[in-house]
Protein backbone atom coordinates (compact mmCIF):
# COMPACT_ATOMS: atom_id res chain seq x y z
CA UNK A 1 0.00 0.00 0.00
CA UNK A 2 1.64 3.25 -0.63
CA UNK A 3 1.72 6.59 1.57
CA UNK A 4 -1.15 8.10 0.02
CA UNK A 5 -3.88 5.50 0.10
CA UNK A 6 -2.76 4.25 3.59
CA UNK A 7 -2.92 8.12 4.92
CA UNK A 8 -6.76 7.80 3.49
CA UNK A 9 -7.54 4.33 5.56
CA UNK A 10 -5.50 5.59 8.62
CA UNK A 11 -7.74 8.94 8.42
CA UNK A 12 -11.16 6.54 8.44
CA UNK A 13 -9.97 4.78 11.24
CA UNK A 14 -9.71 7.50 13.12
CA UNK A 15 -12.46 8.86 12.60
CA UNK A 16 -14.10 5.68 13.37
CA UNK A 17 -12.61 6.56 17.41
CA UNK A 18 -9.54 4.53 16.75
CA UNK A 19 -7.81 7.73 18.63
CA UNK A 20 -10.41 9.69 20.62
CA UNK A 21 -10.74 13.19 21.28
CA UNK A 22 -9.53 12.75 25.22
CA UNK A 23 -6.03 11.60 24.10
CA UNK A 24 -5.55 15.50 22.94
CA UNK A 25 -7.75 17.04 25.88
CA UNK A 26 -7.02 15.40 28.62
CA UNK A 27 -4.53 17.18 31.24
CA UNK A 28 -0.96 15.93 30.47
CA UNK A 29 1.61 16.18 33.24
CA UNK A 30 4.93 18.10 33.52
CA UNK A 31 6.89 17.59 30.36
CA UNK A 32 9.54 15.15 30.96
CA UNK A 33 12.56 15.63 30.58
CA UNK A 34 14.11 15.78 26.78
CA UNK A 35 15.98 12.58 25.73
CA UNK A 36 19.05 12.55 25.09
CA UNK A 37 20.72 12.18 21.67
CA UNK A 38 19.56 13.10 18.25
CA UNK A 39 18.05 10.37 16.39
CA UNK A 40 14.70 11.00 15.25
CA UNK A 41 11.88 8.75 13.97
CA UNK A 42 9.51 8.81 11.59
CA UNK A 43 6.26 7.95 12.69
CA UNK A 44 4.81 6.42 9.61
CA UNK A 45 7.41 3.50 10.84
CA UNK A 46 4.49 2.72 13.52
CA UNK A 47 1.33 3.54 11.73
CA UNK A 48 -0.56 0.52 12.46
CA UNK A 49 0.10 0.84 15.79
CA UNK A 50 -0.49 4.49 16.01
CA UNK A 51 -4.63 4.07 15.90
CA UNK A 52 -4.84 1.23 18.41
CA UNK A 53 -2.70 3.06 21.23
CA UNK A 54 -1.43 6.87 20.08
CA UNK A 55 0.15 7.83 23.06
CA UNK A 56 1.28 4.68 24.14
CA UNK A 57 3.17 4.37 21.01
CA UNK A 58 4.22 7.46 21.38
CA UNK A 59 5.78 6.34 24.99
CA UNK A 60 7.36 3.37 23.51
CA UNK A 61 10.21 5.37 21.23
CA UNK A 62 9.89 7.46 23.78
CA UNK A 63 11.44 4.62 26.36
CA UNK A 64 13.87 3.33 23.47
CA UNK A 65 15.72 6.89 23.71
CA UNK A 66 13.70 8.80 20.53
CA UNK A 67 14.29 12.73 20.68
CA UNK A 68 11.98 13.48 18.25
CA UNK A 69 9.22 12.71 15.50
CA UNK A 70 8.80 13.39 11.89
CA UNK A 71 4.79 13.80 11.55
CA UNK A 72 3.31 12.19 8.09
CA UNK A 73 -0.11 12.57 6.84
CA UNK A 74 -1.10 16.45 6.67
CA UNK A 75 -4.02 17.35 5.28
CA UNK A 76 -5.35 21.03 5.48
CA UNK A 77 -4.74 22.00 8.94
CA UNK A 78 -4.22 18.03 10.94
CA UNK A 79 -1.74 15.41 11.43
CA UNK A 80 -3.77 12.36 9.57
CA UNK A 81 -7.00 14.55 10.02
CA UNK A 82 -7.03 14.63 13.98
CA UNK A 83 -4.27 16.15 15.49
CA UNK A 84 -2.72 19.82 14.89
CA UNK A 85 1.07 19.88 15.00
CA UNK A 86 0.69 22.06 18.21
CA UNK A 87 -1.51 19.66 19.47
CA UNK A 88 0.75 16.91 19.08
CA UNK A 89 4.20 18.93 20.28
CA UNK A 90 2.29 19.13 23.80
CA UNK A 91 1.74 15.61 24.00
CA UNK A 92 5.72 15.34 22.84
CA UNK A 93 7.02 17.57 25.16
CA UNK A 94 5.11 15.62 27.94
CA UNK A 95 7.44 12.38 26.76
CA UNK A 96 10.65 13.68 25.98
CA UNK A 97 10.21 14.12 22.38
CA UNK A 98 10.00 16.97 19.37
CA UNK A 99 8.56 17.98 16.64
CA UNK A 100 10.87 17.79 13.82
CA UNK A 101 8.50 18.58 10.99
CA UNK A 102 6.16 16.75 8.82
CA UNK A 103 6.05 14.88 5.33
CA UNK A 104 3.10 15.30 3.21
CA UNK A 105 3.10 17.08 -0.12
CA UNK A 106 1.11 18.57 -3.10
CA UNK A 107 0.62 17.54 -6.49
CA UNK A 108 2.10 20.12 -9.31
CA UNK A 109 0.42 23.68 -8.26
CA UNK A 110 -0.05 27.20 -10.68
CA UNK A 111 3.77 28.82 -11.88
CA UNK A 112 2.28 32.09 -9.31
CA UNK A 113 2.44 31.13 -5.98
CA UNK A 114 0.80 34.02 -4.80
CA UNK A 115 -2.37 31.93 -6.40
CA UNK A 116 -4.90 30.36 -3.82
CA UNK A 117 -3.68 26.96 -4.43
CA UNK A 118 -0.44 27.39 -3.15
CA UNK A 119 -2.42 27.64 0.19
CA UNK A 120 -1.55 24.35 1.09
CA UNK A 121 2.02 24.61 1.53
CA UNK A 122 1.43 28.65 3.16
CA UNK A 123 -0.27 26.69 5.83
CA UNK A 124 1.76 23.43 6.12
CA UNK A 125 4.96 25.80 7.33
CA UNK A 126 2.56 27.19 9.34
CA UNK A 127 1.50 24.42 11.36
CA UNK A 128 5.00 22.28 11.11
CA UNK A 129 6.38 25.34 12.67
CA UNK A 130 3.68 26.47 15.37
CA UNK A 131 4.58 23.23 16.99
CA UNK A 132 7.96 24.20 16.60
CA UNK A 133 9.01 21.91 13.71
CA UNK A 134 11.93 23.11 11.15
CA UNK A 135 11.43 20.95 8.23
CA UNK A 136 8.31 20.60 5.76
CA UNK A 137 9.15 17.38 3.11
CA UNK A 138 7.53 16.62 0.01
CA UNK A 139 7.13 12.77 0.58
CA UNK A 140 6.99 11.78 -3.15
CA UNK A 141 7.56 12.80 -6.51
CA UNK A 142 4.57 14.54 -8.34
CA UNK A 143 3.45 14.53 -11.81
CA UNK A 144 4.95 12.61 -15.03
CA UNK A 145 8.21 11.21 -14.06
CA UNK A 146 8.38 8.86 -17.19
CA UNK A 147 9.38 12.06 -19.39
CA UNK A 148 12.25 14.72 -19.27
CA UNK A 149 9.54 17.51 -19.61
CA UNK A 150 7.36 16.06 -16.48
CA UNK A 151 10.55 15.83 -14.33
CA UNK A 152 11.88 19.87 -15.42
CA UNK A 153 7.98 20.86 -14.14
CA UNK A 154 8.68 19.29 -10.65
CA UNK A 155 11.69 20.29 -10.20
CA UNK A 156 10.48 23.84 -11.20
CA UNK A 157 7.65 22.52 -8.46
CA UNK A 158 10.37 22.34 -5.72
CA UNK A 159 12.12 26.06 -6.05
CA UNK A 160 8.63 27.10 -5.79
CA UNK A 161 8.08 25.26 -2.77
CA UNK A 162 11.32 26.14 -1.09
CA UNK A 163 10.73 29.22 -1.44
CA UNK A 164 6.74 29.31 0.15
CA UNK A 165 8.21 27.31 3.21
CA UNK A 166 11.58 29.83 3.63
CA UNK A 167 9.06 32.83 3.54
CA UNK A 168 6.73 30.96 6.04
CA UNK A 169 10.18 30.09 8.06
CA UNK A 170 10.59 26.37 7.28
CA UNK A 171 13.19 24.54 5.57
CA UNK A 172 11.93 22.23 2.91
CA UNK A 173 13.19 19.02 1.45
CA UNK A 174 12.44 16.22 -0.95
CA UNK A 175 12.46 12.48 0.31
CA UNK A 176 13.24 9.82 -2.33
CA UNK A 177 12.10 6.81 -3.06
CA UNK A 178 14.01 3.90 -5.19
CA UNK A 179 12.19 5.52 -8.51
CA UNK A 180 14.50 8.40 -8.39
CA UNK A 181 17.28 6.12 -9.61
CA UNK A 182 16.12 5.39 -13.38
CA UNK A 183 17.44 7.16 -16.45
CA UNK A 184 14.61 9.20 -18.46
CA UNK A 185 16.29 10.71 -21.77
CA UNK A 186 19.50 9.96 -20.43
CA UNK A 187 19.23 11.82 -17.12
CA UNK A 188 19.08 9.74 -13.41
CA UNK A 189 15.71 11.41 -11.59
CA UNK A 190 17.33 12.16 -8.20
CA UNK A 191 20.26 13.85 -10.01
CA UNK A 192 18.40 16.19 -12.61
CA UNK A 193 16.51 17.21 -9.34
CA UNK A 194 19.88 17.79 -7.32
CA UNK A 195 20.94 20.33 -10.19
CA UNK A 196 18.20 22.04 -11.49
CA UNK A 197 16.73 23.33 -8.35
CA UNK A 198 18.48 26.51 -5.46
CA UNK A 199 20.24 24.71 -2.96
CA UNK A 200 19.26 27.96 -1.11
CA UNK A 201 15.39 26.67 -1.37
CA UNK A 202 15.56 22.90 -1.80
CA UNK A 203 17.07 20.19 0.32
CA UNK A 204 17.02 17.05 -0.28
CA UNK A 205 16.24 14.21 2.85
CA UNK A 206 18.50 11.47 1.28
CA UNK A 207 16.24 8.07 2.25
CA UNK A 208 19.24 5.52 2.43
CA UNK A 209 17.49 1.93 2.08
CA UNK A 210 15.87 3.67 -0.88
CA UNK A 211 18.64 4.69 -2.93
CA UNK A 212 20.52 1.23 -2.04
CA UNK A 213 17.56 -0.32 -4.01
CA UNK A 214 17.53 2.05 -6.16
CA UNK A 215 20.65 1.06 -7.14
CA UNK A 216 22.33 4.28 -6.02
CA UNK A 217 25.68 4.59 -3.92
CA UNK A 218 24.77 6.68 -0.62
CA UNK A 219 28.47 7.67 -0.22
CA UNK A 220 28.58 8.87 -3.31
CA UNK A 221 25.62 11.14 -3.57
CA UNK A 222 26.89 12.75 -0.58
CA UNK A 223 30.05 13.26 -1.85
CA UNK A 224 29.19 14.55 -5.28
CA UNK A 225 26.40 17.05 -3.48
CA UNK A 226 27.87 18.15 -0.16
CA UNK A 227 25.41 20.37 1.68
CA UNK A 228 22.32 19.37 -0.65
CA UNK A 229 21.56 16.44 2.58
CA UNK A 230 20.80 18.32 5.10
CA UNK A 231 18.59 15.75 6.44
CA UNK A 232 18.90 11.80 6.15
CA UNK A 233 15.99 9.24 6.49
CA UNK A 234 18.11 6.55 8.26
CA UNK A 235 16.21 2.72 6.54
CA UNK A 236 18.38 -0.15 5.43
CA UNK A 237 17.79 -2.58 2.35
CA UNK A 238 19.36 -5.58 2.01
CA UNK A 239 20.33 -6.07 -1.79
CA UNK A 240 21.13 -9.79 -1.29
CA UNK A 241 18.11 -10.65 0.25
CA UNK A 242 16.16 -7.36 -1.73
CA UNK A 243 14.16 -6.80 1.34
CA UNK A 244 14.27 -3.95 3.83
CA UNK A 245 15.90 -4.94 7.00
CA UNK A 246 16.98 -2.90 10.22
CA UNK A 247 19.10 -0.52 10.27
CA UNK A 248 23.14 -1.46 10.02
CA UNK A 249 22.26 -5.05 8.20
CA UNK A 250 21.83 -4.30 5.61
CA UNK A 251 23.94 -2.82 2.36
CA UNK A 252 23.91 0.51 3.75
CA UNK A 253 27.54 1.63 4.92
CA UNK A 254 26.43 3.68 7.73
CA UNK A 255 29.93 3.61 9.28
CA UNK A 256 31.32 5.50 6.03
CA UNK A 257 28.29 8.01 6.15
CA UNK A 258 28.93 8.95 9.79
CA UNK A 259 32.73 9.34 8.94
CA UNK A 260 32.39 12.09 6.07
CA UNK A 261 29.17 13.50 7.05
CA UNK A 262 29.67 17.65 7.82
CA UNK A 263 26.13 19.08 6.69
CA UNK A 264 23.72 17.07 8.54
CA UNK A 265 20.86 18.19 10.53
CA UNK A 266 18.59 15.85 10.98
CA UNK A 267 18.59 11.76 11.60
CA UNK A 268 15.31 10.53 11.48
CA UNK A 269 14.52 6.60 11.29
CA UNK A 270 11.90 5.19 8.71
CA UNK A 271 11.41 1.62 9.64
CA UNK A 272 9.81 -0.48 6.53
CA UNK A 273 10.02 -4.09 8.22
CA UNK A 274 7.16 -6.69 8.81
CA UNK A 275 6.92 -8.46 11.91
CA UNK A 276 7.72 -6.87 15.32
CA UNK A 277 7.88 -2.85 14.66
CA UNK A 278 8.57 -1.81 17.97
CA UNK A 279 12.01 -4.45 17.98
CA UNK A 280 12.78 -3.31 14.60
CA UNK A 281 12.54 0.14 16.02
CA UNK A 282 14.40 -0.47 19.28
CA UNK A 283 17.45 -2.29 16.64
CA UNK A 284 17.80 0.86 14.53
CA UNK A 285 17.96 2.88 17.59
CA UNK A 286 20.38 1.03 19.09
CA UNK A 287 22.58 0.70 16.52
CA UNK A 288 22.59 4.65 15.53
CA UNK A 289 23.56 5.59 19.12
CA UNK A 290 27.02 4.20 18.60
CA UNK A 291 28.08 6.78 16.25
CA UNK A 292 29.20 10.20 17.59
CA UNK A 293 26.99 12.58 15.37
CA UNK A 294 24.11 10.84 17.10
CA UNK A 295 24.97 11.90 20.57
CA UNK A 296 24.78 15.85 22.09
Known sequence: MNRRNFIVKSAALLAAGSIGQEVFSSPLAAAAKPNKGRIGIQLYSVKDELPKDFKG?????SDMGYSSVEAYGFKGEKFIDKITMKELSVILKDMGMTLSGS???????????????????????TEIKSGGGKWAVQASFAGDKNSLDGIKKFAAHLNRTGEVCKKYGVKFAYH???????QVEGEVILDYLLKN??????YFQLDMGHTVRGGGDCVAYIQK??????????SDYN???A????VGK???DYKKLFEMTKDLELLTVEQETKGDIFASCKEDFDYLKQFKWTKV
Open 57 to 61: TLKKL
Open 103 to 125: HGGSGLLSEDINNKDWDFWRKYA
Open 176 to 182: NHHAEFV
Open 197 to 202: TDPKLV
Open 225 to 234: YPKRFACWHA
Open 239 to 241: SAS
Open 243 to 246: AYTE
Open 250 to 252: GSV
